[in-house]
Nanobody, 124 residues
Framework: VLLQASGGGSVQAGESLRLSCAAS????????MGWFRQSPGKEREFVAA???????FYTESVEDRFTISRYNANLMVFLQMNNLKTEDTAVYYC???????????????????WGKGTLVTVSS
């Protein structure tokens, strides 16, 4: 399984970005998909995840600003990020694994497949 993330960029605080992640090589579409991010000097942290059936989960700091969605036909996942803040600046990674339970979605070690990150920079 290969994951390719895109859509990062440099924006001002309050603006929006939409990240995309395309998955290839999947044997089926029952993959849970997640977004994680890592800022310089910090550990990678969970941002959002979506199960194959469409259940969504968010870290508290983004749940009223970010929306995760997916398109199963070609297994793509999106992260719409609105009202971006400077603290959202990070490299964003998409990740995938098959049939992760809700309790595992926020834990990076449960994901077997990772894409290369896409950088999001938010300036004030």
């Amino acid at each position: 399984v290969l994951l390719q993330a895109s859509g990062g960029g440099s924006v001002q605080a309050g603006e929006s970005l939409r990240l995309s992640c395309a998955a290839s090589g999947c044997t089926n579409w029952r993959y849970s998909m997640g977004w994680f991010r890592q800022s310089p000097g910090k550990e990678r942290e969970f941002v959002a995840a979506i199960t194959w059936s469409g259940d969504t989960f968010y870290t508290e700091s983004v749940e009223d600003r970010f929306t995760i969605s997916r398109y199963n036909a070609n297994l793509m996942v999106f992260l719409q990020m609105n009202n971006l803040k400077t603290e959202d600046t990070a490299v964003y990674y998409c990740a995938a694994n098959v049939n992760l339970g809700a309790g595992a979605l926020g834990i990076s070690t449960y994901y077997d497949y990772w894409g290369k990150g896409t950088l999001v920079t938010v300036s004030s």
